[in-house]
């Protein structure tokens, strides 16, 4: 039986030998079926392949809007309870209880992240600026545009009639961004118009102003936010003042309210794309090959704005390590960390997180973040802090990108700047700073700081 079972084995062996040495094997044949196909439908896979790949490293959506019909997602609230905030003021804005359609030929965070500032195209105005001193004697420029230098007639926000009733909006912008970028053109324009008087609280050392003191700008440096409110405070004591901040600008806000509590003299608050906590984005931008694109980026973004001050910075930190510096965090290893005396440039992100500070907030304030920003990941967002806040609303949407949110089919409207632009008018409403309310935020031993104004 043994010998048997050898023997077909044998016999097998030798038909696939066979086989093998046969110009009729099938790999020759697949070969040769390969050769028959027409080189343009070869053309058509690679094709296909390519869409795909950078279909989903785009993180593209239309095809799921196409089968959702078009009809957007819902805008998810996150609040406490018993929020006096979403009762009396959020669940009036229907932009908040409606849906959020992004631009479909945007349908992608990364389109509507990198092409913000290409899309937006603002009506050119001008601003007027002050130039403001900070008491360790560095300089701040304030760019002001009043709801009377863009309509003839001021539109008025809800009744208002004199100058000294129109209500103040401050603008922190992101990054290395100042009052000349386009979105923060378009927030102010657009607040303007619709009957408020703004102010952009430019960085110190951007917007075309020197550094005047050994400190520069950094992502967790919010005591010149707090000087130009209580100063802003103190010239217009009579002025409900409210603040809008933009990514890097939110989280420079936020943290500012939750360091000041209740000594805080604003009527109210909005926090746009908040990176939330420095740490988890560090993390975050490690991950993927557009999430390295951005950080090499804005790494080198950050080059070219410590470039204009290379002189205060190579004396308070390391500019070889700057000039070499590929990353966020490399740049902040080599200035801010040094420059704060921290041990690790980690510490130095978790000093500088907003998240952390998110329980002592005790203006009215919404946030607002899209679950697919590139930039910030939702990861950092402090879900379960802002729902134990009675003065808080998180709004989260599926799309939107990093401070973007395009809508319409033109794609040249900001959906957030609605949102904002309605929040505002139904708290000032609501909830209006009353003469009472500002007396608690006298102060008396606040000294006026010295500044100028010019024309820019």
């Given at each position: 039986?043994?010998?048997?079972?050898?023997?077909?084995?044998?016999?097998?062996?030798?038909?696939?030998?066979?086989?093998?040495?046969?110009?009729?094997?099938p790999?020759?044949?697949?070969?040769?079926?390969?050769?028959?196909?027409?080189?343009s439908?070869?053309?058509?896979?690679?094709?296909?392949?390519?869409?795909?790949f950078?279909?989903?490293?785009?993180?593209?959506?239309?095809?799921?809007?196409?089968?959702?019909?078009?009809?957007?997602?819902?805008?998810?609230?996150?609040?406490?309870?018993?929020?006096?905030?979403?009762?009396?003021?959020?669940?009036?804005?229907?932009?908040?209880?409606?849906?959020?359609?992004?631009?479909?030929?945007?349908?992608?965070?990364?389109?509507?992240?990198?092409?913000?500032?290409?899309?937006?195209?603002?009506?050119?105005?001008?601003?007027?600026?002050?130039?403001?001193?900070?008491?360790?004697?560095?300089?701040?420029?304030?760019d002001?545009?009043?709801?009377?230098?863009?309509?003839?007639?001021?539109a008025?926000?809800?009744?208002?009639?004199?100058?000294?009733?129109?209500?103040?909006?401050?603008?922190?912008?992101?990054?290395?961004?100042?009052?000349?970028?386009?979105?923060?053109?378009?927030?102010?324009?657009?607040?303007a118009?619709?009957?408020?008087?703004?102010?952009?609280?430019?960085?110190?050392?951007?917007?075309?102003?020197?550094?005047?003191?050994?400190?520069?700008?950094?992502?967790?440096?919010?005591?010149?936010?707090?000087?130009?409110?209580?100063?802003?405070?103190?010239?217009?004591?009579?002025?409900?003042?409210?603040?809008?901040?933009?990514?890097?600008?939110?989280?420079?806000?936020?943290?500012?309210?939750?360091?000041?509590?209740?000594?805080?003299?604003?009527?109210?608050?909005?926090?746009?794309?908040?990176?939330?906590d420095?740490?988890?984005?560090?993390?975050?931008?490690?991950?993927?090959?557009?999430?390295?694109?951005?950080?090499?980026?804005?790494?080198?973004?950050?080059?070219?704005?410590?470039?204009?001050?290379?002189?205060?910075?190579?004396?308070?930190?390391?500019?070889?390590?700057?000039e070499?510096?590929?990353?966020?965090?490399?740049?902040?290893?080599?200035?801010?960390?040094?420059?704060?005396?921290?041990?690790?440039?980690?510490?130095f992100?978790?000093?500088?997180?907003?998240?952390?500070?998110?329980?002592?907030?005790?203006?009215?304030?919404?946030?607002?973040?899209?679950?697919?920003?590139?930039?910030?990941?939702?990861?950092?967002?402090?879900?379960?802090?802002?729902?134990?806040?009675?003065n808080?609303?998180?709004?989260?949407?599926?799309?939107?990108?990093?401070?973007?949110?395009?809508?319409?089919?033109?794609?040249?409207?900001?959906w957030?700047?609605?949102?904002?632009?309605?929040?505002?008018?139904?708290?000032?409403?609501?909830?209006?700073?009353?003469?009472?309310?500002?007396?608690?935020?006298a102060?008396?031993?606040?000294?006026?700081?010295?500044?100028?104004?010019?024309?820019?």
């Amino acid at each position: 039986m043994e010998s048997t079972k050898k023997r077909d084995w044998e016999r097998d062996d030798r038909k696939m030998e066979s086989i093998a040495g046969d110009s009729t094997s099938p790999y020759k044949l697949l070969f040769r079926a390969l050769t028959l196909i027409p080189i343009s439908h070869y053309l058509l896979l690679v094709f296909f392949v390519f869409v795909v790949f950078v279909y989903n490293l785009l993180e593209i959506h239309i095809v799921q809007d196409f089968f959702g019909g078009f009809g957007g997602d819902s805008v998810s609230l996150t609040f406490h309870s018993s929020s006096d905030l979403y009762r009396e003021v959020v669940s009036k804005c229907h932009l908040l209880h409606g849906r959020y359609f992004s631009t479909p030929w945007l349908s992608s965070p990364h389109l509507q992240t990198i092409l913000l500032n290409v899309l937006i195209k603002t009506p050119k105005f001008s601003y007027k600026r002050e130039i403001f001193r900070t008491s360790d004697g560095g300089t701040v420029a304030l760019d002001w545009l009043m709801n009377s230098d863009v309509i003839e007639t001021s539109a008025q926000v809800n009744g208002t009639n004199t100058v000294a009733d129109i209500p103040l909006v401050i603008l922190i912008p992101g990054l290395t961004s100042d009052s000349a970028s386009p979105y923060m053109k378009e927030i102010a324009y657009k607040m303007a118009k619709h009957g408020w008087n703004i102010v952009v609280c430019n960085h110190r050392g951007l917007g075309g102003v020197p550094l005047t003191s050994d400190c520069f700008y950094t992502a967790g440096k919010s005591d010149d936010l707090g000087e130009v409110v209580k100063y802003l405070y103190h010239k217009q004591p009579d002025t409900p003042i409210y603040a809008v901040g933009t990514s890097l600008g939110a989280n420079i806000l936020v943290k500012y309210l939750g360091e000041e509590g209740d000594n805080v003299p604003l009527a109210g608050a909005a926090s746009i794309s908040n990176p939330w906590d420095l740490l988890i984005g560090d993390r975050f931008f490690t991950r993927g090959i557009m999430q390295r694109f951005y950080n090499r980026v804005m790494g080198n973004n950050l080059k070219g704005a410590a470039k204009l001050h290379q002189e205060v910075y190579a004396r308070l930190s390391d500019w070889e390590g700057i000039e070499k510096a590929c990353s966020i965090r490399e740049f902040n290893n080599y200035s801010a960390r040094i420059a704060g005396n921290f041990d690790a440039v980690d510490s130095f992100h978790r000093w500088a997180s907003s998240a952390r500070l998110v329980n002592n907030v005790s203006v009215p304030l919404l946030c607002l973040n899209a679950i697919d920003d590139p930039v910030c990941t939702d990861e950092a967002i402090p879900w379960d802090e802002c729902r134990k806040n009675k003065n808080i609303v998180l709004a989260t949407t599926q799309h939107g990108g990093h401070i973007a949110f395009f809508e319409g089919m033109s794609g040249k409207s900001l959906w957030w700047i609605r949102v904002v632009e309605e929040y505002l008018s139904n708290l000032h409403s609501s909830m209006p700073m009353s003469k009472k309310q500002a007396q608690k935020f006298a102060y008396s031993s606040f000294e006026t700081p010295q500044f100028h104004e010019s024309l820019s």
